[in-house]
């Protein structure tokens, strides 16, 4: 059973610059990590997603964001620049093992003022 820990949420201005954080129960080397989101009013949408063999991003963060992992301290981070007003969503860290099963954090709310 994984569980998940997302912080560094908050308020930034727009071209700002965010960082968040998922801590791991446990080893995330045999997981898949990922970073959803969902703005006010809309479905929930992959942001980016990241394994020992490949490294997506939604079209619309590319270039601006950064998955990246620290296996040590079994944590994925988000690295978020040049960000927008309509990048404002609450954000969801992601884990999928080996069996497909889904793992979800809480949640952090991102805000970026015009």
């Known amino acids: 059973q994984v569980q998940l820990v997302e912080s560094g949420g908050g308020l930034v201005q727009d071209g700002g610059s965010l960082r968040l954080s998922c801590a791991a129960s446990?080893?995330?080397?045999?997981?898949?990590m990922g970073w959803y989101r969902q703005p006010p009013g809309k479905q929930r949408e992959l942001v980016a997603r990241t394994s020992s063999s490949s490294t997506n991003y939604a079209d619309s963060v590319e270039g601006r964001f950064t998955i990246s992992t620290d296996n040590a301290k079994n944590t994925v981070y988000l690295q978020m620049d040049s960000l927008k007003p309509e990048d404002t969503a609450v954000y969801y860290c992601?884990?999928?093992?080996?069996?497909?099963?889904?793992?979800w954090g809480q949640g952090t709310q991102v805000t970026v003022s015009s």
């Open positions: 446990g080893s995330i080397l045999s997981l898949v």
């Open positions: 992601n884990a999928v093992n080996y069996r497909n099963v889904n793992f």
